[in-house]
């Protein structure tokens, strides 16, 4: 029988005391004497900065006793009583991620992935525990290649389809960034936490309240994880695309590949991409069932880094013990749309993410060394089914492909993004040039009137929703900040449909993670992912 363990929440300690000093709370908190504690390990680290002149830093731990079953069954002091309740002291019962071994005997055919994602990692290693070995089909190159053709990118501004910010190995997170934060509570989380650590993800991550992993550190992270799966006898196939699918009896039976080959498998899993959307359509056409799904279109702002410090953390926004600031904004309306602040991305960098020619489309990065002088964070506004003219599936694919094609055709062809400041958008006014307030964006800005450009809805929201965030960070309508469009893939903007056992209308497809609408960002995906292959395992006990 497992251990249990104590959790104490609303830990808080301030900027200038050591953490050594953490123990020692502990035992005041449980009324207890040094000899009773054999261990305690942080759980949850975060900032309290609601207080700006008293900034706290707050903890959860897990703590283990010589007695922890008799702790909080005995009667206790009305001291230890009060501690309880502030802290919500309660047991923990630790999780351990058990993997069920597949009957090989009841496998006559590989299961195939099609393209790779961070969230496979856990389900990699799920099945080749479970001794399934999978082909997993990654249509584009692998990261090393891929950092040099988006160099050129960047710097040529010549577009290779196939090769770009969205496309190749680990897709658009290797010239992004992994924020790990969610409200899923699911105990599979510590498994994919401490394999991302393993592969050396920052070690923060298991505590942190908002975990990250940045782009350069990224890179080495997909590289020691592609190691580890091909160690486990998994078989990758890079530059190779599945261009179709054959069906019998309503169950898939084939996979076609762009070289000619075909594979016959039991389970496909499909975890495209949102910029995949030609691997979209052929689905459709093979009548996989898909609907719409809610989504927002977005701009990004730029803003100082030291002024988003000063704001959040006035007069300690130097102390050591402080990340660079974030934030998490909403402006509510009545008359137009809400606005929300969405991947807010401290010290980052906004980059060109255009994967198809002739359309434009921006996304952001940040780096471990924290040493961009800008933050930004997307300003995003939902659509809705009446912003278009059809309820056909795919009908909002070509609606983002639109709002990209507008952007791009605005200035020359160029893949420079449209550009306003603040301070001129709100007046109507065309932006000329950068003021105090830099960009990050690579290759260029154009600057215009992006009323010009914005759909009327998104355009009315952030002209009513600005003034209102910057009562809650006084200067957050900066004049001379910057706003960057466009930014459409936020999310899935379909819906595979899917059962309890989480196979598509067609038997032995398995849609998986967020572009297939189910999950909600990294973790989730993950946490999905393992869902999935759970089911699949199953079938072979």
């Not at 809705?384 to 094609?405: G, T």
């Not at 990050?440 to 809805?457: A, G, H, S, V, W």
Request: with cysteine; proline share 4%; charged share 25%.
């Amino acid at each position: 029988m497992k251990k249990k363990l104590l959790r104490i929440e609303e830990i808080t300690s301030k900027l200038d005391e050591d953490e050594k000093n953490l123990e020692n709370k502990i035992l005041k908190i449980l009324d207890i004497q040094k000899k009773d504690l054999i261990s305690f390990e942080i759980v949850k680290k975060a900032i309290d900065s609601r207080h700006k002149s008293n900034i706290l830093i707050v903890y959860s731990v897990n703590v283990d006793l010589w007695n922890n079953e008799n702790f909080l069954n005995k009667k206790h002091s009305k001291k230890l009583e009060t501690s309880i309740k502030k802290h919500k002291i309660r047991f923990i019962e630790p999780f351990v991620y058990e993997i069920k071994k597949a009957d090989l005997a009841k496998i006559n055919q590989r299961p195939i992935i099609v393209w790779s994602w961070p969230s496979w990692l856990f389900t990699w290693l799920y099945l080749a525990l479970a001794w399934l070995k999978p082909i997993i089909l990654e249509r584009w190159s692998q990261v090393e290649k891929r950092v040099v053709q988006v160099h050129n990118f960047f710097t040529k501004r010549e577009l290779n389809e196939e090769s770009n910010v969205q496309f190749w190995e680990w897709w658009a997170w290797t010239f992004s960034d992994w924020k790990l934060y969610t409200l899923v509570n699911d105990p599979r989380s510590k498994f994919i936490f401490s394999e991302f650590v393993e592969a050396w993800a920052p070690e923060e991550i298991i505590y942190s309240a908002r975990p990250h992993i940045w782009t350069d550190r990224l890179r080495w992270v997909v590289r020691n994880l592609r190691k580890k799966i091909i160690s486990l006898w998994w078989e990758f196939r890079f530059d190779t695309k599945m261009t179709d699918i054959i069906i019998e009896n309503n169950e898939i039976s084939k996979v076609i590949l762009s070289s000619g080959e075909i594979l016959k498998t039991n389970d496909l899993i499909i975890a495209i991409w949102h910029s995949a959307r030609d691997t979209y359509e052929m689905l459709h056409k093979k009548w996989l069932q898909i609907s719409q799904k809610p989504f927002a279109v977005w701009v990004r702002i730029e803003h100082s880094r030291e002024f988003i410090n000063k704001a959040q953390f006035w007069e300690a926004c130097f102390h050591s013990k402080l990340p660079t600031a974030n934030y998490k904004l909403v402006s509510h309306s009545e008359k137009t749309r809400s606005v929300y602040s969405f991947c807010m991305c401290p010290w980052g960098y906004v980059v060109n993410a255009s994967s198809e020619k002739w359309m434009l489309c921006v996304n952001w990065m940040s780096e471990y060394l924290q040493n961009s002088p800008n933050s930004n964070s997307a300003l995003l506004v939902n659509v809705l089914p009446s912003d278009f003219w059809s309820e056909h599936p795919l009908a909002w694919i070509e609606f983002q492909r639109n709002l990209e094609k507008k952007a791009f055709e605005f200035w020359w062809k160029n893949y420079n993004a449209p550009a306003q400041l603040v301070w001129d958008f709100l007046a109507w006014k065309k932006s000329n040039w950068l003021k105090s307030i830099s960009t990050t964006f690579k290759p260029e800005l154009t600057f215009c009137n992006l009323n010009e450009l914005l759909p009327d809805f998104v355009g009315l929201a952030l002209k009513e929703a600005l003034p209102e965030l910057n009562k809650k960070i006084p200067g957050f309508a900066n004049p001379d900040a910057v706003l960057i469009w466009v930014e459409a893939r936020t999310s899935a903007v379909l819906r595979f449909s899917r059962d309890e056992n989480c196979q598509s209308n067609i038997i032995w497809i398995y849609p998986a993670w967020e572009w297939a609408g189910y999950a909600w960002w990294i973790t989730s995906s993950a946490i999905d992912w393992l869902i999935v292959w759970e089911n699949i395992v199953k079938k072979y006990f």
